[in-house]
Structures are given as structure tokens and as C-alpha cells.
């Protein structure tokens, strides 16, 4: 079934902030094997001018899986078949880097549907702001829906 | 961190290598959230079509970006990230896992101190990321 077109445009806003955690960016970095010492010791992360513990550039997926069963890709009149999606494309702009006790508000909007051969390509942004509503990020995600593109007329 | 003024266009940042077994995936989708089953069910995964477990492609970014951190020396200087996810890393249930190779080189030298690196990251001689590039800033 194909995705409703209608949905374009429209807003989900995390239903609560997310409060950036020093374990959680610490077992991120564990995760991703990844020793950098400035997402673990704050002096680190102060002596290279940053307020406390920094999170890896790709630490805001936490959010998509956060609050993505209260997103686009979980709404029901949406018609999308998770069964059949795949991640297709993933940007960060980081507009400042992510630090633990950050407090982050996240808005997901369906940017766009189209057809893409037979399948059907969405793209989401994700803006997150910091408590002071200071933009921090925005996450651009395209996934791909296999098969589902509506079947052409013959033209 | 390079001196700024040491980069130019074709600059190289060091190739690293890094292991993805199954391990790997069990902490990531545990630390990020992604508990989808094709990361860690050969059973499910076969059924959708694919050759076995497939790594999660925001881990494979995830490592990716480690080429460049690790030249930059501070991650909070990546002021942006991008990739295609052009094929899977498939990750058998062995101790060896699969084996991804990422390299960089500067692909532009942008205002500000800053340049935009083009990474090539590969698994079993084939391409799993395309279009993967990301601007940092050096100065």
C-alpha cells in the first residue's frame, strides 16, 4: 500500500525532552568501540573547552529510537509496512556538538514522499533544541519502502 | 589535530579497520535503542530476504565517523555527517564477524578552518557506504 501522501508536512513533537545521560554516551562509546577519552572524562572534555562529557556525531539516533514509536513511521494512518523499510540515507548538521546533561525537545516532520521506481522513498527531519530552544541538531533520514510505490498507467 | 595549514585537497586521514561480530551488534542495539530483529535473529532475517545478520547502518556510520574524530582529536569539531547505506555488512555468527575498512581523504577546503572529508568504508571488497562525507572543523 502506498504511503499517504497527505502526511507531508505533518509535525510530531517528542511528547518529553531527553535528558543527555553519562553512562548512556558512555556505553554508546563502548558499543561502537570507540576509547576517544572525551566521551568519558569530563577534565578531558574541559580541557578541550567543552563544558562536560561529549557525545559521539552520530549519538542523536538515540532519539529516532527514543521517541520513534510516537513518530511518523508508528502512526498507523501513515500505511507504511515496517516489514518491508530500510534505512536508505542518514545526515547530521550539528550546529553544536552534544554534551552530557544536555536537556534536548526533538520535533519529527515527514519532509517528503516520492516514488522512486517501484518503491517509495520518505524523508524525515528531526530538529532538536536545547532547553533554551537554541537549535542543536537536525537529522535528515530517508528510508525506503520496498515495492509499495503505486503502479504506473501506461502513459 | 593537522595543522591547517599542513591539509590541502587530497590529503589522506588513516585507514582503520574495525571488527563487527555479534557481540558488536548486541551492545549496539542495546546502547542505541535499535532492537530490530534483523540485527541479531538469522532466522527472521533470512526470511526477509537477506544472506544472514546484517550490522545496524547507523553503526557502520557510527564507526565510519571514527576515521575522522580521530584525525580531527576532538569530535565536537564535526559540524556535519552524511551517508548512503548502499549495501549491508553482513555478520556471520563466528568469532571473526566481518571486517569493516574505512579510509578519508580531503575532499575540500571550505571557510571558516574548515574542510569536507569523503570517507570510502568497505566490507568483504564491496562499497557499504556511499556519498559518506562529513565537514569538520580544523581552525
Given amino acids: 500500500m502506498p504511503i499517504d501522501r497527505a502526511f507531508v508536512g505533518r509535525a510530531y513533537p517528542a511528547s518529553t525532552p531527553y535528558e543527555v545521560g553519562r553512562e548512556h554516551v558512555r556505553s554508546f562509546a563502548d558499543a561502537i568501540g570507540d576509547p576517544n577519552p572525551l566521551y568519558r572524562d569530563r577534565e578531558a572534555a574541559q580541557a578541550a573547552g567543552h563544558p562536560d562529557v561529549v557525545a559521539p556525531p552520530t549519538f542523536l539516533t538515540v532519539l529516532t529510537n527514543r521517541f520513534g514509536g510516537e513518530g511518523p513511521i508508528a502512526d498507523p494512518g501513515l500505511g507504511l509496512d515496517y516489514a518491508l523499510v530500510v534505512h536508505g540515507e542518514q545526515h547530521f548538521a550539528l550546529h553544536r556538538p552534544v554534551h552530557v546533561g544536555d536537556v534536548l525537545s526533538s520535533t519529527v516532520t515527514v519532509a517528503d514522499v516520492k516514488d522512486v521506481g517501484r518503491n517509495e522513498s520518505m524523508t524525515l527531519l528531526t530538529e532538536v533544541t536545547d532547553a533554551g530552544g537554541a537549535p542543536v541538531a537536525t537529522l535528515t533520514t530517508t528510508i525506503v519502502s520496498s515495492g509499495t510505490a503505486a503502479p504506473k498507467t501506461e502513459a | ?139
Fill in chain 2, 1 to 139: 589535530m593537522p595543522a591547517l595549514a599542513d591539509v590541502q585537497v587530497g590529503t589522506a586521514l588513516p585507514e582503520q579497520t574495525f571488527p563487527v561480530t555479534r557481540h558488536t551488534l548486541v551492545l549496539y542495539a542495546g546502547a542505541s535503542g535499535d532492537s530490530n530483529v534483523i540485527h541479531w535473529n538469522e532466522r527472521i532475517a533470512k526470511a526477509v530476504g537477506l544472506p544472514d545478520v546484517i550490522a545496524h547502518g547507523m553503526l557502520t556510520m557510527a564507526e565510519a565517523a571514527r576515521v575522522v574524530t580521530d584525525w580531527a582529536g576532538d569530535p565536537g569539531r564535526v559540524e556535519s555527517y552524511g551517508v548512503r547505506f548502499s549495501r549491508p555488512v553482513v555478520v556471520p555468527d563466528d568469532d571473526a564477524g566481518a571486517t569493516l575498512v574505512v579510509s578519508g581523504v580531503v575532499e575540500e577546503l571550505l571557510d571558516g578552518g574548515r574542510v569536507r572529508v569523503v570517507l570510502t568504508a568497505t566490507s568483504g571488497e564491496q562499497k557499504v557506504l556511499a556519498r559518506a562525507n562529513a565537514v569538520v572543523r580544523l581552525g
